[in-house]
């Protein structure tokens, strides 16, 4: 499985932006696929996920502003991110598993500033 994750960029606080992962290869062994954040010198975290069926977790950070989506027949997953703050800013992974999160595409960053 392949995983190509675009659609970072530089945007104001307040702004909004969607993330983009496109998954290709053996996709019918995955049923989770999720985003992860990272800042540099700390842990990458956990975001937001969306089974195959469709169910959501959101962390507690972002509930109400992020937006998981996935499209199953289009191998794509969506992250909206609205209202954006400074502290949204890091690089952006996407992943994916059937059980677990085994696959990860490269990073997309992106930048909140003023």
């Known amino acids: 499985v392949q995983l190509q994750a675009s659609g970072g960029g530089f945007v104001q606080p307040g702004g909004s932006l969607t993330l983009s992962c496109v998954a290709s290869?053996?996709?019918?062994?995955?049923?989770?696929m999720g985003w992860f954040r990272q800042v540099p010198g700390t842990q990458r975290e956990l975001v937001a996920e969306?089974?195959?069926?469709?169910?959501?977790y959101y962390a507690d950070s972002v509930k109400g502003r992020y937006t998981i989506s996935r499209h199953n027949a289009k191998n794509t997953m969506l992250l909206q991110i609205d209202s954006l703050k400074p502290g949204d800013t890091a690089v952006y992974y996407c992943?994916?598993?059937?059980?677990?999160?085994?696959?990860w595409g490269q990073g997309t960053l992106v930048t909140v500033s003023s």
């Open positions: 992943s994916a598993g059937r059980d677990a999160f085994q696959y």
């Open positions: 290869g053996s996709i019918f062994s995955i049923n989770v």
């Open positions: 969306i089974t195959s069926g469709g169910t959501t």
